[in-house]
């Protein structure tokens, strides 16, 4: 028992450096470049790994799992927009300065979260939509990816990345395991569990990026934090939703209506002048925590 213990500490202690690693690698990797539209196109893919670990695993984990890989996904934008948009907001400590870029993503993020309420709650083939959404966005995506060159990439400090991902292939199953076996000593449901506790470690990746890219542009920085909110809310549910297997607690469904709230702000945050997001993020989060309480 005590092994096992140590083994799944190991574990996630595993996944955590796997997560950090992604991100790492890609910067040195590209420190002379300007590298905007990669984030905003490819980034996603890598940073989103993690989550597809724990989605693939928990799928084929049986209930519990599949509900492991719904709050993981889910929980991803919430915690991303909140916890890390707060730390880097006590960082910078002025308000955001967006682009056309980081309000496509928000935008399309928005749109995607309102078809998946209506996927959920009118009609689950409408989930279809949101991954057509998302390809429509990528479309747009790769047309100014197009315009940037990367003739002097550096390539070995990419092994950071494939050792990242290499960590994570690995440790998924272990992440999965132990969050259903918490979710059981807690009596909770594992989406729950997991909508906060693995977002919080997966998004290790987004939520580090801003700093890991300090020296970069402030737009590369936002990117890099915002750059996945179209991929999560988009291709995982739709997919889950296709299946017929997602079931989504109310204080989820809570979490990806604040997490829109935030967005809205966030593109309105410049216009006002104002930190609006660094008391939003707080203040959602500690209402969160209360409605989840309750």
Excluded at 62 to 71: C, D, H, L, N
Excluded at 74 to 85: C, D, K, N, R, S
Excluded at 151 to 166: C, D, E, F, M, N
Excluded at 271 to 276: R, V
Aim: overall charge positive; hydrophobic content about 55%.
């Amino acid at each position: 028992m005590l092994l096992q213990v140590y083994l799944q500490v190991l574990a996630f202690a595993a996944f955590v450096t796997g997560c950090f690693f992604l991100s790492y690698g890609i910067d040195i990797s590209f420190e002379d470049l300007e590298i905007t539209h990669f984030i905003y196109l490819l980034f996603p893919f890598i940073t989103t790994f993690p989550e597809l670990t724990v989605f693939v695993y928990g799928l084929f984990s049986g209930r519990a799992g599949t509900e492991v890989a719904t709050g993981a996904v889910l929980g991803e934008p919430f915690i991303v927009m909140t916890a890390g948009l707060f730390a880097y907001k006590l960082w910078i400590k002025r308000p955001l300065k967006t682009d056309s870029g980081s309000d496509a993503s928000l935008i399309t993020f928005v749109l995607a979260s309102a078809l998946f309420f209506i996927s959920y709650y009118v009609f689950r083939y409408a989930s279809a939509l949101m991954i057509v959404l998302f390809i429509a966005y990528m479309y747009v995506t790769q047309k100014a990816f197009k315009k940037e060159k990367y003739q002097s990439i550096r390539k070995k400090p990419l092994a950071y990345t494939a050792a990242g991902l290499v960590l994570l292939s690995i440790t998924g199953k272990y992440v999965v395991d132990s969050t259903v076996y918490l979710a059981q000593l807690l009596n909770a449901q594992p989406s729950l569990i997991s909508f906060l506790i693995i977002p919080l470690i997966s998004s290790a990746p987004e939520i580090a990026a801003p700093f890991v890219f300090s020296k970069r542009k402030e737009k590369e920085q936002i990117a890099s934090l915002i750059a996945e909110l179209p991929l999560t809310m988009s291709i995982y549910p739709g997919v889950l939703m296709l299946l017929g297997s997602l079931s989504v607690p109310f204080p989820i469904v809570l979490g990806i209506a604040i997490t829109v709230l935030q967005s809205f702000i966030v593109m309105f945050e410049e216009k006002a002048g104002k930190n609006l997001t660094l008391f939003s993020s707080i203040l959602f989060l500690v209402l969160f925590i209360i409605a989840l309480k309750l």
